[in-house]
């Protein structure tokens, strides 16, 4: 029995976005890193994700990156979709995503309960 399990995807934003493997919700990375267009550049990933992480926000104030500009981007895709900003390094941002994984074990819970 298990509450809780992850697929990583093995390939890139397109591959992943387009086959289902029996998740209860998709989520989708994208790393300060990558740019802040990447959501455009590759919409299907963000249009079909049910959740979004920001990773190494730490990184922002070095780089010539806008957070701002990237979450604009990604809510022209998928305008409804919980986008979290996180930084393992510093723990930024990962209590609200935790909170997020738990809301969504309870829901696959109460999904598989006998009515």
């Known amino acids: 029995q298990l509450d809780l399990l992850l697929v990583e995807n093995v390939g890139n934003l397109v ?27 590759y919409p299907i990933m963000f249009r079909e994700a049910d959740c979004l992480l920001i990773t190494k926000v730490d990184l922002v104030p070095v780089l010539e990156v806008d957070l701002e500009r990237i979450q604009a981007n990604i809510r022209e895709i998928n305008p409804s979709v919980p986008i979290f900003c996180l930084s393992a390094k510093t723990g930024v941002g990962l209590e609200p995503w935790l909170g997020w994984i738990r809301e969504q074990i309870l829901l696959a819970q109460r999904r598989q309960q006998p009515q």
Do not use: I, N, R
């Open 15 to 41: 591959c992943p976005a387009e086959f289902e493997v029996g998740e209860h919700a998709k989520v989708a990375l994208l790393s300060v890193t990558e740019g802040e267009d990447k959501p455009l550049k």
